[in-house]
């Protein structure tokens, strides 16, 4: 059986294999490009937001600190990457390194690991309530330490399409622990005592 020579040519002609061989490739390589660029955006707003915590945190530790002021340094480095990005920041303060994540003290009678039943506490931090956590919510004072954390919210610019949750919030955060200069005597804790319920 012979192909007529119409058909033959048409078979052997490769102009147009170029565009179907892309049709094909062209959305596997923009999506892992998609890809790659999402995670550098991510890879530098973390980098980014590490160094300015970390900035802040060093100002922090000074007499004349101004968390105020430190805080806008910390948004403002981040809105260069991220302009849509909301910013928040928490500052908890303790006496001493050992003493992070410390629960206040109290007699623990029934062995629950819970401060209630009229059990008896003492109020280190001085806010009359037993806490899980006697750090306190501020930069502290002289020597103490400070757990400074900053965490940032935003859209991611490259949305990679059919990721599940690919054009939701992201959410990154950096926290410094620094220990603030001995400018002055440092306050001990509380000693009063209180009940619990």
């Known amino acids: 059986m012979r192909i ?21 490739a062209a959305p596997v390589l ?3 490009l ?7 955006y991510n890879a530098y707003i973390v980098s980014v937001l590490r160094g300015a915590v970390q900035e802040a945190s060093r100002r922090n530790s000074l007499e004349i600190a ?23 920041f928490k500052r908890v303060s303790y006496y001493d390194f ?12 029934n062995g629950n690991g819970r401060c209630d039943n009229a059990e008896i506490y003492t109020d280190e931090n001085r806010n ?28 991611p610019v490259f949305v990679v399409p059919f990721m599940p949750n690919g054009g939701a ?3 990154q955060s950096a926290t ?7 400018f002055a005597l440092q306050e001990k804790y509380g000693s009063s005592s209180g009940t619990c319920s």
């Open 66 to 88: 101004n968390t105020a002021q430190s805080d806008a340094y910390v948004e403002k480095m981040v809105k260069t990457v991220a302009p849509a990005a909301a910013v928040t």
């Open 176 to 182: 410094a622990v620094q220990k603030n200069q001995p």
């Open 128 to 155: 009359n309530r037993w806490d899980a956590d006697v750090g306190t919510n501020d930069n502290g004072g002289a020597n103490d330490v400070v757990l400074y954390t900053a965490t940032v919210k935003y859209k």
């Open 30 to 32: 923009i999506l892992l």
């Open 98 to 109: 050992a003493d992070i994540k410390r629960a206040e003290l109290w007699n623990d009678k």
């Open 169 to 171: 919030l992201r959410t």
């Open 34 to 40: 998609m890809g790659i660029f999402d995670m550098a």
């Open 4 to 24: 007529p020579a119409s058909l033959r040519r048409l078979r052997d002609d490769a102009r147009g294999a170029t565009i179907i061989e892309f049709a094909v």
